[in-house]
């Protein structure tokens, strides 16, 4: 009779494990690195699926991926392109993102104003001491050309100026870099400086960097795309996203929607 008992409670025991297994679903993210680390993040918490992370291709992959096959969620960090939208795409907007300027940690500079920025990232202004502190050459380095973070800096502060700037991927090495060299200057996303590790954000137009500033001036919004309508397990995360307790993590990182 024990033996029989042992056999039922392993069978039953195997059944749970089956069906609690096949019940988690795959979900296939491309695209920007800041909302892919939320994703990651979100995945110890949100435990119906589970998640691949791809940033490759950064925000401009998030809006193509869909129509290659290659995810089930595109995310983009930016104003989107109307054209992603066309072919029956689904566009959820999570939460703002702010574009942070860092420097090394040591950097007696505070505040930038947007035009100084211009100067400094086109090379017109080209030492600290220029700005008020330590006499080092400024080494601005860039996230590659086809981030959003880049797309973002250019339209609201280069004003047609170009670049004259170290290109750098991942956005973690722009973090290595500048915390190892004091006269550095980089651009990565908030979320990325969350600890600091020895680096600090300035403030453009002397406005701070935080979760609730409006009117910060390098915000951005974080989109989730997907296929119109969304396949039941990509819908049931978006819906967890937007939801409070889906929120309550976004606005560990980011502005949240609510």
Known sequence: MQRFLRIA??????????????????????????????????????LKSTFTTNVLTKSKGGGECLSNGSCDIGGVANELDPTILEKSRKAVLIGMDSVVVIVHDDNPVEILSIEQLRKIFSGEIKNWKELGGFDQLIEPVVTSPISATQELFKKLVMNKSSFHAKVMEPDSSILLHVARNRGAIGLTSHFMINPPQGVKAVKPNGEEVNLSNANYPLLRPLYLITNDPPRQDVQQFLDWVVSDEGQSLVKKYFNGIR
């Open 9 to 46: 409670i392993v069978i039953l025991v195997l059944a749970v494990f089956s069906s609690t297994a096949h019940s988690i679903s795959l979900i296939r993210y491309q695209g920007s690195p800041a909302i892919a680390k939320f994703i990651e993040t979100a995945s110890n918490v949100y």
